[in-house]
């Protein structure tokens, strides 16, 4: 969050380092006093206080630093993180700083396997809705909707592929998607669970199957599951028999089933300005990082590090 002092010190919101939106002092501190109505002054975190006189510069940064704090503890308490309160606040916000009219509009999403499926939905329709838009264009039922979840990824133009985040409960798809102004970014429909224990429960209906099935060949061709030449005979076996459940219950048993392939990022470690690509699965966080040999001192490969989720 920084202040933009261009526009009488209105806050910037940033949501994985893109603008979400644009807010005042004055909403944040409106924002504060429903929250405590709702909930309590117990509950809600101290809020940055007035004050009488112009701010002096340093002044400015101190309040920006409180306000970010205070965002971020609110986000991230379960109760008032997860309010209707608190994330239609920044829905609306996210809206009126884009400002995209509320309208009918057309919004691509595309399954694992680049299938393209059109919903008409508002451009003020919040996740939880075009989710439930792209369900009912599937006819994926009911039950099993909250097996899956939207996703914001991106298609580079060499193909590669990976995921920016999970679109989150207090957005826009519509606007989130279009207000990147790049071709690259997709939304995708991808089951959001870690544990694959619960593909039994999306197996037993068709359209899950399906939706199951072609993510699973969609991460092994793009070379998210390691697959040797004995299992890769076997999975093409299964495809061409159809047997679909079979292949899925081979690909369990391979590494890397069911991850996530962020976007790479840079860290300072093993050396300086070092890419390490992120992976995130069966309750754990995967960085691989590029080595000048492999082992002993072989070809160039990847340092793999394990980080569990308690």
Not at 103 to 124: A, D, H, R, Y
Not at 140 to 150: A, M, R
Not at 202 to 221: C, F, K, P, W
Not at 264 to 290: H, Y
């Amino acid at each position: 969050m920084d202040p933009d002092f261009l526009n009488l010190l209105a806050y910037n919101i940033h949501v994985n380092g893109v603008l979400h939106c644009r807010v005042r002092y004055s909403q944040l501190l409106g924002l504060h006093e429903q929250l405590r109505k709702e909930y309590g002054a117990n509950v809600v975190p101290a809020f940055p206080p007035k004050k009488l006189f112009t701010l002096t510069p340093a002044e400015v940064e101190q309040r920006r630093e409180q306000l970010e704090k205070y965002m971020q503890a609110v986000r991230q308490d379960p109760v008032l993180g997860g309010s209707e309160t608190f994330n239609s606040f920044l829905r609306k916000a996210q809206q009126e700083t884009q400002q995209v009219p509320t309208e009918e509009v057309p919004l691509e999403v595309l399954l694992s396997n680049g299938q393209k499926v059109v919903v008409t939905i508002l451009t003020s329709d919040q996740t939880e809705d075009v989710l439930e838009a792209v369900a009912s264009k599937l006819d994926l039922p009911e039950d099993l909707v909250g097996y899956f979840s939207l996703f914001l990824a991106r298609e580079a133009k060499d193909g590669a592929f990976s995921f920016v985040r999970k679109l989150q409960e207090f957005e826009l798809p519509y606007v989130s998607v279009t207000s990147l102004r790049n071709p690259e970014y997709k939304i995708i429909l991808r089951k959001s669970y870690w544990d694959s224990a619960y593909d039994d429960d999306v197996m037993e209906q068709r359209v899950g199957l399906n939706l199951l099935y072609a993510q699973t060949v969609s991460d092994i061709e793009r070379g998210w599951i390691l697959v040797t030449k004995e299992q890769h005979r076997q999975l093409k076996s299964l495809q061409e028999k159809v047997s679909k459940k079979e292949f899925i219950r081979l690909a369990q048993t391979l590494k890397y089933y069911g991850y996530l392939k962020f976007e790479p990022c840079i860290t300072d470690f093993p050396e300086k300005g070092c890419q390490v690509v992120v992976s995130a699965g069966n309750n754990e966080l995967n960085f691989q990082v590029p080595t000048s040999s492999g082992p002993l001192g072989s070809s160039p490969g990847k340092a793999e590090v394990k980080l569990e989720l308690a």
